[in-house]
């Protein structure tokens, strides 16, 4: 069956860095756009950032722009999230998705196929 499996989540100070990756297996990688949401406590899932089938095309929210980058490596069925400049509200859970598409770079939260368990990022001030 399909899996996503984020990691990389933890707990730094303000400023800092963390870079999540997400393991995908059960499916064939290279068809798929990933995403990155996130969802603090009280608040809805977020888009966060969005990287079409090949890697060379993505989309980050407005929120993370200049700050966060997202990557793939179809080699490894892998994508990443590398944030930096990290502020106390980026605090949430992170989940990876994954949307069967050859042409979007992101879509709407609901038409993703599949999805994480999420990892926890903390940012303390």
């Known amino acids: 069956q399909v899996q996503l499996v984020e990691s990389g989540g933890g707990v730094v100070q303000a400023g800092g860095s963390l870079r999540l990756s997400c393991a995908a297996s059960?499916?064939?990688?290279?068809?798929?756009?990933m995403g990155w949401f996130r969802q603090a406590p009280e608040r809805e899932r977020e888009f966060v950032a969005g990287v079409n089938w090949s890697g060379g095309r993505t989309n980050l929210a407005d929120s993370v722009k200049g700050r966060f980058t997202i990557a793939r490596d179809n080699a490894k069925n892998t994508v990443y999230l590398q944030m930096n400049s990290l502020k106390p509200e980026d605090t949430a859970v992170y989940y990876c998705?994954?949307?069967?598409?050859?042409?979007?770079?992101?879509?709407?939260?609901?038409?993703?196929?599949?999805w994480g368990q999420g990892t926890q990022v903390t940012v303390s001030s």
């Open positions: 998705a994954a949307k069967l598409s050859r042409v979007l770079v992101a879509a709407a939260r609901g038409e993703y196929d599949y």
């Open positions: 059960g499916l064939t990688f290279s068809a798929y756009a």
